[in-house]
């Protein structure tokens, strides 16, 4: 009798990798008062580097000039998106950062447009973003939310990076090497905040936890789904990030929206999801 390979099928899968990102984001958070966001975020980044290289094993001397011309910058895009929303997350909910750091994407998405329903999708967006700014002296600090605009740019430049990469060298390689190259860019930052000099085994435990539920297990998860969803179907999916977000947030941290920080989160969610519906592409 032969061993049956257990697997998801596709949609729940990629549903429990959105919640497996989300919930690795809280545990980020818990960290950041022990070891700072830029420790948090080394040690995330330098833990999965290790993951993928024991999973993968790159040949890096047979990557050619090409390959690295594509490569690190794929590597900076990797690690200026992760650390750039730990420090938003640092200083605003999870659930509205993951929202604002949508907006990267979605630009990028209808980018070049000149359809009258791209502009909406795009119009509907900058309404959320404006029911977070902080136009009162409220909780939101405004430092938190432009990290968070930033991150989803360097989101953008990792997707097209991402890409590119893809067309010139295998899956795994590409992301191992990147990843291997932001560890070594962000491994400074965490000892100048002092953070990873506080490393304990138990806080190392809950690093590789963190390194499981934000990069191994959600794109083991996702990998696998993308062979059998249409690529739209994946992204109205992933759309339901923010949303996720939000939930993870308040059941872990407590972290409570108001009633204009929701519609914010419903506003970027329609946009995405009706982006993706609507797309020539």
Request: glycine letters at 8%; aromatic letters at 8%; hydrophobic letters at 55%.
């Given at each position: 009798?032969?061993?049956?390979?257990?697997?998801?099928?596709?949609?729940?899968?990629?549903?429990?990798?959105?919640?497996?990102?989300?919930?690795?984001?809280?545990?980020?958070?818990?960290?950041?008062?022990?070891?700072?966001?830029?420790?948090?975020?080394?040690?995330?980044?330098?833990?999965?580097?290790?993951?993928?290289?024991?999973?993968?094993?790159?040949?890096?001397?047979?990557?050619?000039?090409?390959?690295?011309?594509?490569?690190?910058?794929?590597?900076?895009?990797?690690?200026?998106?992760n650390l750039i929303f730990y420090l938003a997350i640092e200083k605003i909910p999870i659930g509205l950062a993951v929202?604002?750091?949508?907006?990267?994407?979605?630009?990028?998405?209808?980018?070049?447009?000149?359809?009258?329903?791209?502009?909406?999708?795009?119009?509907?967006?900058?309404?959320?973003?404006?029911?977070?700014?902080p136009w009162t002296n409220d909780r939101l600090d405004p430092i938190g939310i432009i990290c968070a605009l930033l991150?989803?740019?360097?989101?953008?430049?990792?997707?097209?990076?991402?890409?590119?990469?893809?067309?010139?060298?295998?899956?795994?390689?590409?992301?191992?090497?990147?990843?291997?190259?932001?560890?070594?860019?962000?491994?400074?930052?965490?000892?100048?905040?002092?953070?990873?000099n506080n490393l304990t085994p138990k806080l190392f435990g809950m690093g590789v936890a963190l390194a499981l539920l934000?990069?191994?297990?959600?794109?083991?998860?996702?990998?696998?789904?993308?062979?059998?969803?249409?690529?739209?179907?994946?992204?109205?999916?992933?759309?339901?990030?923010?949303?996720?977000?939000?939930?993870?947030?308040?059941?872990?941290?407590?972290?409570?929206?108001?009633?204009?920080?929701?519609?914010?989160?419903?506003?970027?969610?329609?946009?995405?999801?009706?982006?993706?519906?609507?797309?020539?592409?």
């Amino acid at each position: 009798m032969k061993n049956r390979e257990f697997s998801l099928p596709p949609v729940p899968a990629v549903l429990l990798a959105i919640i497996s990102v989300q919930c690795g984001a809280a545990i980020a958070k818990t960290l950041f008062p022990t070891i700072g966001a830029a420790g948090t975020a080394s040690m995330r980044i330098g833990i999965s580097a290790l993951i993928l290289l024991l999973a993968y094993r790159p040949n890096l001397k047979a990557i050619t000039p090409q390959q690295w011309k594509i490569v690190i910058p794929y590597g900076l895009s990797l690690v200026a998106m992760n650390l750039i929303f730990y420090l938003a997350i640092e200083k605003i909910p999870i659930g509205l950062a993951v929202t604002l750091e949508f907006v990267g994407p979605l630009i990028l998405a209808i980018a070049g447009s000149k359809r009258l329903v791209d502009y909406c999708w795009v119009m509907l967006a900058a309404i959320g973003i404006l029911l977070i700014a902080p136009w009162t002296n409220d909780r939101l600090d405004p430092i938190g939310i432009i990290c968070a605009l930033l991150a989803g740019a360097f989101w953008s430049a990792y997707i097209v990076l991402g890409g590119k990469i893809s067309k010139i060298m295998n899956d795994g390689d590409a992301v191992t090497t990147g990843m291997l190259f932001a560890a070594i860019l962000v491994l400074p930052f965490g000892f100048l905040e002092s953070g990873l000099n506080n490393l304990t085994p138990k806080l190392f435990g809950m690093g590789v936890a963190l390194a499981l539920l934000s990069s191994a297990i959600p794109f083991t998860l996702e990998m696998k789904a993308l062979g059998k969803l249409p690529p739209r179907t994946f992204s109205i999916l992933m759309s339901l990030e923010p949303a996720a977000a939000s939930i993870c947030a308040f059941i872990f941290l407590q972290e409570n929206l108001n009633f204009y920080e929701i519609l914010a989160v419903v506003c970027v969610i329609i946009a995405s999801a009706g982006s993706t519906l609507t797309a020539k592409k």
